[in-house]
Each structure stands twice: as C-alpha cells, then as structure tokens.
C-alpha cells in the first residue's frame, strides 16, 4: 500500500511536468510572431498590388470602350456628310418616313414647269387620300404591329412604327426592342449607316437591357455590310469583353460571324 501512495503522486508530477513541456513546446516565440506578422503583411503588400493592377486595368477597358464608340460614331457621322448616291432617272423615294413628294417627274425626267393650277389640284388630290391610321393606343399594341409588318416583310411600316413608339414613349420598358426593330427594318432597306447608327445607340443607352448584346452583334454586321472591316472585326471582338455571360448561341453567332467577316 505504501508503495501505491508513494508511485501516485509521482505520476502526477511526471504528468505535470510532461504537460508543462509539451505546453512550452507548442507555445509560439516572439521570433514565431515576428516571422507570421511578415507574411502577413507580405499577403497585404501582394493583394493590394493585385487591387491596384485590377482598377487600372478596369480603367483602361473603360478608356478603350469610350475611344471605340466615338470613332464609331464619327465614322457615321462622316458617311451621313458624304454625298448621297444619286437616284435613278424617274425615281422616287417611296419609304414612308420620306417627304411627301406632290410634283411627280415627267417621262423624261424633267420636272413639271412651276403651274400654280397643277400644284393646287395636286395638293387637293393629296388631301382626298385616306388619312393614315390613328396612333395605337400604347406601345404594346405599336410594337406588335410593327413586328407584324416586318414578318410580313413591309420594312418601311415596321421601322416606322418602331420609330413612332420610340419617339411618343420614350421612357416605356419596350424601347429597347423597337430599337431592335428599327434597326433590323434598315437593315432589310440596306440602309446599314442608319441600321447600325441604331444598334449602338441601343447599346450606349440601354446597355443593361436584355437585348443590348444583341443590338451589339449587330453593330457589327451592319459595319460588315457597311465594308467597315476593321471596325466590325473591333465589335465582334469587344462583344467577348463586354458581354462574357452573354447567351451561348449569341456567342456562336458572333463567332460565326468573325470568321465570315475574315477578322
């Protein structure tokens, strides 16, 4: 019994004593502290040059963007300044967003002489067409018939109810896909400076509405059509950048449409 009372104690102590030693052990030096407040601040140093590199690098794509579109726009503004084609001996513009032409060209393609009388009954001619139709009553009903006219393939009417929403409702929710309208109505005219003038716009405007990467893509091909190479092949690659969760058969398209275009 002696010896047990004797051998406990001691196994405390030696318990104690292996316990303070092991504490002692895993306890961090000051030197330890030193060296893990270093790394810290080493990460800190590191992560704040990865921040710096990322808001320059943002601001740079911003600059680029802004670049971009102004020389898109001055490139239209300098197509609009050129001379229009001239038209076809006899011809007349027949779109309905053109002026109302009330002296018709003769055969030969002179104009009438300046008879006061034949203006005024051709003035009273005009009055007794049949008026256009009423303004719809909203923009939902605009835009459907817009859309109807253009799956009919009346690219004048579709693009000019487009525009006729855009303009009374400039503030309604479905602007952005009157533009889409609107630009592709120019597009089937091949009037592709105004079809693309249109696109960016849309793009600039309302670039987080759901059909701006749409309206994007077809920036570029309108300036494929417009023989703008350089510019379309500029748009089709910016289209990655701008729109990286874009749908993936507009991805596809716009691949598709870097290759035809040879960029």
């Known amino acids: 019994m002696m010896t047990r009372v004797l051998t406990f104690p001691f196994v405390v102590t030696v318990l104690i004593s292996l316990s303070s030693l092991a504490l002692a052990q895993d306890a961090p030096s000051e030197s330890d502290y030193v060296v893990r407040i270093n790394r810290l601040e080493a990460q800190i140093r590191q992560l704040s040059g990865q921040l710096e590199e990322l ?105 000019r109810l487009a525009r006729e929403l855009i303009q009374s409702y400039p503030k309604n929710p479905l602007v952005p896909e009157a533009m889409i309208v609107s630009g592709d109505s120019d597009y089937r005219l091949k009037r592709f400076p105004e079809s693309a003038q249109t696109y960016l716009k849309l793009a600039q405007t309302y670039g987080n509405a759901k059909q701006a990467p749409l309206a994007f893509a077809k920036l570029g091909d309108a300036l494929v059509s417009m023989g703008q190479k350089t510019q379309a092949c500029a748009t089709f690659g910016e289209f990655a950048k701008r729109y990286p969760e874009a749908d993936a058969a507009l991805k596809s398209r716009v691949e598709k449409a870097q290759k035809g275009a040879g960029c």
């Open 55 to 159: 808001q320059f690098a943002n601001k740079k794509l911003e600059e680029t963007l802004k670049k971009f579109e102004q020389d898109v726009e001055m490139r239209f503004q300098d197509m609009k300044a050129q001379p229009a084609a001239p038209q076809k001996s006899g011809a007349s513009d027949t779109t309905s967003s053109g002026p109302l032409n009330l002296v018709a060209p003769s055969k030969s393609g002179a104009a009438p002489s300046g008879n006061s009388g034949t203006l005024a009954a051709q003035a009273a001619n005009a009055k007794q067409q049949p008026a256009e139709p009423a303004k719809p009553a909203d923009a939902k009903s605009t835009l459907a018939q817009a859309k109807a006219a253009f799956s009919a393939g009346n690219f004048d009417e579709s693009g």
